[in-house]
């Protein structure tokens, strides 16, 4: 099955500084790469997400890019602002007829932090 | 709230006792799923369906069952077997595998 790996951690970034975080994937079928955002006691929300079609997508200060062929995706947050702070987590999906189908793996997590 | 809905917020049981946690969706959603939430962890799917009378196990299905008897609801079970049941608990759902996911406000369990 799929297998999401998600780095680092924890990341602490000054206001107006950049961030990333990377995740890789295993099942070379995944298709579908979304990542959500979760403010401390709040549900999972979808900010962004990319199909294998496409290698890059952006919206606003926030894009992701995936490398299918190194089967890793990141997530980029620009000129960041303390209400990025939360935990944001990737996800695959894979495509029909793979042993992935039907499931959205996540990643384990990454706490970002941004100070004022 | 946002389409989906589960309860109870809180819920406290004895070890040894099996718990049912409710999933309810207004959106027409076909896929609903269940993840259990710890700290470090990530989200880590334990069942899933893709349609109504159907479903499959997730990576951490040991200890839990489900039943998709009609589309708006995905009720999951905890059940004795499970050996570390406290967790926090989001169903969320979805039009296709491929789309982006609702997630309720989760359940938190606690068991002692």
């Known amino acids: 099955g799929e297998n999401v790996e998600q780095h680092p951690s924890t990341l602490s970034v000054q206001e107006g500084d950049s961030a990333v975080i990377k995740c890789t994937y295993s099942?070379?079928?995944?298709?579908?790469f979304p990542w959500y955002k979760q403010e401390l006691g709040k549900r999972p929300q979808l900010i962004i997400d990319?199909?294998?079609?496409?290698g890059e997508k952006k919206d606003q200060r926030i894009a992701v890019t995936l490398n299918k062929t190194a089967k890793h995706f990141s997530l980029h947050i620009t000129e960041t602002q303390p209400e990025d702070s939360a935990v944001y987590f990737c996800?695959?999906?894979?495509?029909?007829?793979?042993?992935?189908?039907?499931?959205?793996?996540f990643g384990q997590g990454t706490i970002l932090t941004v100070h004022p | 709230d946002g389409g989906i809905t589960q309860s109870p917020k809180y819920l406290f049981r004895k070890e040894g006792q099996n718990v049912t946690l409710s999933c309810e969706q207004n959106l027409n959603h076909d896929a609903m799923y269940w993840y259990r939430q710890d700290p470090g962890q990530g989200l880590r799917l334990i069942y899933y369906?893709?349609?109504?009378?159907?479903?499959q196990k997730g990576d951490i299905a040991e200890g839990y069952s489900v039943s998709r008897e009609k589309k708006e609801s995905f009720p999951l079970t905890v059940t004795s077997a499970q050996k570390n049941p406290t967790a926090f608990y989001l169903c969320?759902?979805?039009?296709?595998?491929?789309?982006?996911?609702?997630f309720g406000n989760g359940t938190r369990l606690t068991v002692t």
């Open positions: 996800a695959a999906s894979g495509a029909a007829g793979g042993t992935s189908y039907g499931k959205l793996t």
């Open positions: 969320a759902s979805s039009t296709s595998p491929w789309s982006p996911l609702h």
């Open positions: 099942d070379s079928a995944s298709n579908y």
């Open positions: 990319i199909r294998s079609n496409v």
């Open positions: 369906s893709q349609i109504v009378n159907d479903f």
